[in-house]
């Protein structure tokens, strides 16, 4: 029997209770705070230089999706998207590389790269300088920057006032007592009716 076959008696295993190699070092303790603070995916050169919110999500110039995208939060494609993209009550912005062949349709949408598709945009729509986009856009308002674009027809709509919710909706008027006016008038026109 040679050496590296010899088997191993009980007490030259290694006991794991004893053994320190494999043993996790103690946990430093963690310091919390009462700030929190809101990192951003996007690199700082890429981000929409007039965005207040920096939690969008990401589809960075390197990924392509073929699908459709629904969103409850701020999108930034930089990539390739092709298909539809709904976004109903946030912000999409399409930047310098992006490329976006798809139906749109968000609250805002930001063109600092390609759309080709249409667009509706309840609140508003910028082409920036270098974008280009075609397709037919609906939207409230809209900014085309010099340099920039566009083929297709907009639709500009007027933005439905959104009912203020501490005014009381008026009541219909109470129904007035019955008089004698008001049946004469139904005795006769369904007097007229058999003739």
């Known amino acids: 029997m ?3 076959n010899k088997p191993r008696r009980e007490e ?3 006991n794991p209770v004893t053994t320190n190699a494999f043993r996790p070092a103690p946990a430093a303790p963690v310091e919390t705070k009462k700030e929190t603070t809101t990192l951003s995916s996007i690199p700082a050169g890429r981000m929409d230089p007039d965005s207040s919110k920096s939690g969008a999500a990401t589809i960075g110039k390197a990924v392509k999706i073929a699908g459709q995208i629904f969103s409850r939060e701020d ?11 709904e976004l109903m009550d946030n912000k999409l912005t399409v930047g ?4 976006v062949h798809a139906g749109v349709k968000a609250r805002e949408v ?3 790269g390609v759309i080709q598709g249409n667009v509706e945009a309840s609140d508003r729509i910028e082409i920036r ?3 280009k986009l075609v397709g037919d856009i609906k939207t409230a308002r809209i900014i085309i920057e010099d340099g920039a674009y566009f083929k297709g027809s907009i ?3 007027k933005a439905e006032p959104k009912p203020a919710a501490s005014q009381p909706r008026p009541q219909p008027p109470a129904a007035a007592p019955p008089s004698a006016a ?10 007229e009716a058999k003739r």
């Not at 008001?182 to 007097?191: D, E, G, L």
Request: glycine letters at 8%; aromatic letters at 4%.
């Open 2 to 4: 040679s050496v590296w």
């Open 12 to 14: 030259e295993l290694p």
């Open 75 to 85: 999108l930034f494609v930089d990539g390739d998207v092709e298909g539809t993209i």
């Open 96 to 99: 310098p590389n992006g490329k």
């Open 110 to 112: 930001v063109a600092l």
């Open 129 to 131: 300088k270098d974008a």
């Open 155 to 157: 639709d500009i709509v």
């Open 182 to 191: 008001p049946v004469a008038v139904v005795a006769a026109s369904a007097t």
